[in-house]
Protein backbone atom coordinates (compact mmCIF):
# COMPACT_ATOMS: atom_id res chain seq x y z
CA UNK A 1 0.00 0.00 0.00
CA UNK A 2 2.76 2.50 0.92
CA UNK A 3 4.54 1.42 -1.84
CA UNK A 4 1.56 2.45 -4.85
CA UNK A 5 0.98 5.83 -2.22
CA UNK A 6 4.57 6.43 -2.42
CA UNK A 7 4.92 5.86 -6.77
CA UNK A 8 1.47 8.15 -6.94
CA UNK A 9 3.03 11.31 -4.49
CA UNK A 10 6.15 10.35 -6.80
CA UNK A 11 4.49 10.91 -10.21
CA UNK A 12 2.61 14.33 -8.74
CA UNK A 13 5.84 15.77 -7.69
CA UNK A 14 7.54 15.35 -10.79
CA UNK A 15 4.13 16.94 -12.54
CA UNK A 16 4.71 19.57 -10.10
CA UNK A 17 8.36 19.80 -11.21
CA UNK A 18 7.14 19.75 -14.52
CA UNK A 19 4.53 22.48 -14.60
CA UNK A 20 7.11 24.81 -12.18
CA UNK A 21 9.91 24.39 -15.11
CA UNK A 22 7.34 25.33 -17.89
CA UNK A 23 6.07 27.91 -15.36
CA UNK A 24 9.80 29.84 -14.92
CA UNK A 25 10.21 29.04 -18.35
CA UNK A 26 7.36 30.75 -19.54
CA UNK A 27 8.33 33.74 -16.56
CA UNK A 28 11.88 34.44 -18.29
CA UNK A 29 11.62 33.70 -22.07
CA UNK A 30 12.18 37.07 -23.79
CA UNK A 31 10.43 38.12 -27.18
CA UNK A 32 12.93 36.96 -29.92
CA UNK A 33 11.33 37.67 -32.91
CA UNK A 34 8.86 40.45 -34.03
CA UNK A 35 6.49 39.99 -37.23
CA UNK A 36 4.43 43.10 -38.41
CA UNK A 37 1.87 42.99 -40.94
CA UNK A 38 -0.47 44.62 -42.63
CA UNK A 39 1.13 48.60 -42.09
CA UNK A 40 1.45 51.28 -44.82
CA UNK A 41 1.34 54.32 -42.98
CA UNK A 42 2.99 53.50 -39.99
CA UNK A 43 6.59 52.21 -40.05
CA UNK A 44 7.76 48.79 -38.24
CA UNK A 45 9.73 50.80 -35.70
CA UNK A 46 6.82 53.18 -35.48
CA UNK A 47 3.98 49.89 -34.32
CA UNK A 48 7.48 48.25 -32.07
CA UNK A 49 7.95 51.98 -30.05
CA UNK A 50 3.85 51.85 -29.97
CA UNK A 51 4.29 48.98 -28.28
CA UNK A 52 6.27 49.24 -25.63
CA UNK A 53 8.50 46.28 -26.85
CA UNK A 54 11.52 48.05 -28.31
CA UNK A 55 13.67 46.49 -25.63
CA UNK A 56 12.76 42.90 -26.45
CA UNK A 57 11.34 42.46 -22.95
CA UNK A 58 9.84 39.39 -21.38
CA UNK A 59 7.46 37.63 -23.80
CA UNK A 60 4.55 37.03 -21.20
CA UNK A 61 5.41 40.39 -19.38
CA UNK A 62 2.99 42.43 -20.97
CA UNK A 63 -0.45 41.26 -22.37
CA UNK A 64 -1.42 40.94 -25.68
CA UNK A 65 -4.45 43.13 -24.79
CA UNK A 66 -1.95 45.62 -23.21
CA UNK A 67 0.02 45.81 -26.30
CA UNK A 68 -3.35 46.63 -28.72
CA UNK A 69 -4.42 49.02 -26.48
CA UNK A 70 -0.96 50.77 -26.87
CA UNK A 71 -0.82 50.72 -30.66
CA UNK A 72 -4.53 51.81 -31.35
CA UNK A 73 -3.48 55.22 -29.64
CA UNK A 74 -2.47 55.82 -33.27
CA UNK A 75 -5.26 57.45 -35.05
CA UNK A 76 -4.24 55.66 -38.13
CA UNK A 77 -4.89 52.46 -36.39
CA UNK A 78 -8.07 50.51 -37.16
CA UNK A 79 -7.93 46.97 -35.17
CA UNK A 80 -4.90 45.17 -33.81
CA UNK A 81 -4.20 41.40 -33.39
CA UNK A 82 -1.63 39.92 -31.22
CA UNK A 83 -0.43 36.14 -31.46
CA UNK A 84 2.48 34.41 -29.65
CA UNK A 85 4.54 31.24 -28.81
CA UNK A 86 6.37 29.76 -26.53
CA UNK A 87 9.93 30.13 -28.95
CA UNK A 88 9.81 33.89 -27.97
CA UNK A 89 8.16 35.01 -31.17
CA UNK A 90 5.28 38.09 -31.52
CA UNK A 91 3.05 38.45 -34.76
CA UNK A 92 1.44 41.79 -34.76
CA UNK A 93 -1.21 42.28 -37.53
CA UNK A 94 -2.41 45.59 -38.46
CA UNK A 95 -5.22 47.12 -39.90
CA UNK A 96 -5.08 50.91 -40.85
CA UNK A 97 -7.43 53.27 -41.56
CA UNK A 98 -7.13 54.36 -45.50
CA UNK A 99 -6.48 57.75 -46.25
CA UNK A 100 -9.32 59.15 -48.50
CA UNK A 101 -8.18 62.20 -49.92
CA UNK A 102 -5.43 65.20 -49.07
CA UNK A 103 -6.13 68.45 -47.96
CA UNK A 104 -4.19 70.98 -50.00
CA UNK A 105 -5.34 74.11 -48.75
CA UNK A 106 -4.41 73.47 -44.75
CA UNK A 107 -1.78 69.84 -45.49
CA UNK A 108 -3.95 67.59 -43.81
CA UNK A 109 -5.17 64.40 -44.49
CA UNK A 110 -8.44 62.69 -44.19
CA UNK A 111 -9.00 59.33 -42.93
CA UNK A 112 -11.69 56.83 -43.29
CA UNK A 113 -12.58 57.39 -39.98
CA UNK A 114 -13.07 60.77 -40.68
CA UNK A 115 -10.12 62.50 -38.65
CA UNK A 116 -8.59 65.03 -39.94
CA UNK A 117 -4.56 64.83 -39.19
CA UNK A 118 -1.45 66.70 -40.40
CA UNK A 119 0.23 65.47 -43.24
CA UNK A 120 3.18 63.50 -42.64
CA UNK A 121 3.51 60.13 -44.39
CA UNK A 122 3.45 61.74 -48.00
CA UNK A 123 1.15 59.32 -49.22
CA UNK A 124 0.46 59.28 -52.79
CA UNK A 125 -2.40 58.11 -55.34
CA UNK A 126 -4.95 60.03 -53.64
CA UNK A 127 -6.93 62.61 -54.25
CA UNK A 128 -6.26 66.40 -53.52
CA UNK A 129 -8.85 68.53 -52.54
CA UNK A 130 -7.92 71.75 -53.90
CA UNK A 131 -10.36 74.64 -52.20
CA UNK A 132 -12.57 75.23 -49.33
CA UNK A 133 -16.03 73.24 -48.60
CA UNK A 134 -18.50 73.34 -45.94
CA UNK A 135 -18.47 71.53 -43.10
CA UNK A 136 -21.05 69.47 -43.41
CA UNK A 137 -20.82 69.02 -46.97
CA UNK A 138 -17.45 67.61 -46.85
CA UNK A 139 -18.58 65.49 -43.71
CA UNK A 140 -21.08 63.71 -46.01
CA UNK A 141 -19.23 63.85 -48.91
CA UNK A 142 -16.44 61.74 -47.36
CA UNK A 143 -18.87 58.88 -45.81
CA UNK A 144 -19.78 58.38 -49.18
CA UNK A 145 -16.27 58.32 -50.71
CA UNK A 146 -14.92 55.78 -48.13
CA UNK A 147 -17.88 53.31 -49.71
CA UNK A 148 -16.01 53.55 -53.11
CA UNK A 149 -13.48 51.17 -54.38
CA UNK A 150 -9.53 52.23 -53.19
CA UNK A 151 -8.62 51.73 -56.97
CA UNK A 152 -11.52 53.91 -58.10
CA UNK A 153 -10.59 56.47 -55.78
CA UNK A 154 -6.76 56.50 -56.73
CA UNK A 155 -8.01 57.42 -60.62
CA UNK A 156 -9.09 60.82 -58.87
CA UNK A 157 -6.08 63.00 -59.06
CA UNK A 158 -7.75 66.43 -57.50
CA UNK A 159 -10.98 67.42 -56.17
CA UNK A 160 -12.70 70.37 -56.19
CA UNK A 161 -15.99 71.80 -54.25
CA UNK A 162 -18.09 73.16 -57.10
CA UNK A 163 -21.86 74.29 -56.36
CA UNK A 164 -24.51 75.65 -58.45
CA UNK A 165 -27.94 77.15 -58.03
CA UNK A 166 -29.28 73.37 -58.35
CA UNK A 167 -26.67 71.73 -56.15
CA UNK A 168 -24.83 72.70 -53.08
CA UNK A 169 -23.17 69.18 -52.97
CA UNK A 170 -21.53 69.40 -56.77
CA UNK A 171 -18.20 68.20 -57.31
CA UNK A 172 -15.73 68.20 -60.31
CA UNK A 173 -12.99 65.28 -60.30
CA UNK A 174 -10.11 65.69 -62.30
CA UNK A 175 -8.62 62.80 -63.48
CA UNK A 176 -5.48 60.91 -64.03
CA UNK A 177 -6.15 60.56 -67.45
CA UNK A 178 -7.10 64.19 -68.32
CA UNK A 179 -10.81 63.73 -68.22
CA UNK A 180 -13.21 65.37 -65.68
CA UNK A 181 -16.04 64.39 -63.62
CA UNK A 182 -18.71 66.26 -62.29
CA UNK A 183 -20.87 64.54 -59.64
CA UNK A 184 -22.89 64.81 -56.14
CA UNK A 185 -22.50 63.17 -52.96
CA UNK A 186 -25.53 61.61 -53.42
CA UNK A 187 -24.67 59.79 -56.96
CA UNK A 188 -21.25 59.27 -55.98
CA UNK A 189 -21.76 55.80 -56.14
CA UNK A 190 -21.52 56.75 -59.96
CA UNK A 191 -17.91 56.96 -59.85
CA UNK A 192 -17.45 53.07 -59.69
CA UNK A 193 -18.43 52.54 -63.47
CA UNK A 194 -16.01 54.99 -64.63
CA UNK A 195 -14.15 52.32 -66.03
CA UNK A 196 -17.08 51.04 -67.75
CA UNK A 197 -17.65 54.37 -69.29
CA UNK A 198 -14.03 55.18 -69.94
CA UNK A 199 -13.98 51.66 -72.32
CA UNK A 200 -16.56 53.20 -74.32
CA UNK A 201 -14.96 56.83 -75.21
CA UNK A 202 -12.84 55.29 -77.60
CA UNK A 203 -9.95 57.35 -75.93
CA UNK A 204 -11.75 60.31 -76.35
CA UNK A 205 -11.26 63.05 -73.60
CA UNK A 206 -14.04 65.18 -72.56
CA UNK A 207 -16.42 66.14 -69.18
CA UNK A 208 -18.67 63.01 -67.81
CA UNK A 209 -21.38 64.45 -66.12
CA UNK A 210 -22.50 61.77 -63.76
CA UNK A 211 -24.52 64.54 -61.78
CA UNK A 212 -27.80 64.60 -63.26
CA UNK A 213 -27.92 61.43 -66.14
CA UNK A 214 -24.58 59.89 -67.84
CA UNK A 215 -23.84 61.83 -70.62
CA UNK A 216 -20.06 62.98 -72.08
CA UNK A 217 -18.82 66.15 -73.62
CA UNK A 218 -15.95 65.82 -75.79
CA UNK A 219 -13.54 68.46 -75.63
CA UNK A 220 -11.73 69.78 -78.39
Known amino acids: MKSK ?20 Y ?4 HIKNIYIKGNNLLSDQEIIELAGIEDYPRLFAISSSN ?6 VSPYVESVKITKNLLGRI ?21 SSLEQLSNESNVVGIPTLINDVPEDILKAFL ?11 SKI ?28 TTRLNNISKYDEVL ?5 KKGILYL ?10
Open 199 to 203: ASLDG
Open 157 to 184: SEIEYSPNNYDKDLFLFYMNDGNYVYIT
Open 26 to 29: LFTI
Open 5 to 24: KSKKLGKILIILLIIGLLAC
Open 211 to 220: DSGNHFQVLN
Open 91 to 111: DINIKEYNILLKNEIDNTIYL
Open 143 to 153: KKLNTIDKDVI
Open 67 to 72: IVSKIK
